[in-house]
C-alpha cells in the first residue's frame, strides 16, 4: 500500500468519525435524548468538524512517522529474505 493511500484513508476515517458524531447527535435530538436546539446542533457540529480538522493537522506527522517506519521494517525484512 502507498503512503498516499494511507493518507487518504486516515483522512477519510476520520471524516467518518466526525459525521456519525453529527449524525449520532442529531438522532439524540430527535429522540429526545438530550435537549439542543437546531441552531446548538450546528454549532456542536461545526465544533466537531474543526476537531477532526485540528486533530489532522496537528497530529497526522505522528502518523506518517509510524508509516515510514513501517515500510522501512518491511523493506529490511524483505531484503533479509531475498539473500
Do not use: C, H, P, W
Not at 8 to 14: D, Q
Amino acid at each position: 500500500m502507498r503512503t498516499s493511500s494511507i493518507n487518504t484513508s486516515v483522512r477519510e476515517l476520520l471524516e467518518f468519525a466526525s459525521d456519525t458524531v453529527t449524525k449520532n447527535l442529531i438522532v439524540a435530538s430527535r429522540r429526545k435524548m438530550i435537549d439542543v436546539s437546531e441552531s446548538d446542533l450546528r454549532k456542536v457540529k461545526a465544533i466537531v468538524e474543526n476537531s477532526i480538522e485540528e486533530t489532522i493537522v496537528n497530529g497526522y506527522g505522528n502518523v506518517e512517522k509510524a508509516i515510514g517506519r513501517a515500510i522501512t521494517e518491511s523493506q529490511v525484512k524483505t531484503k533479509g529474505r531475498k539473500k
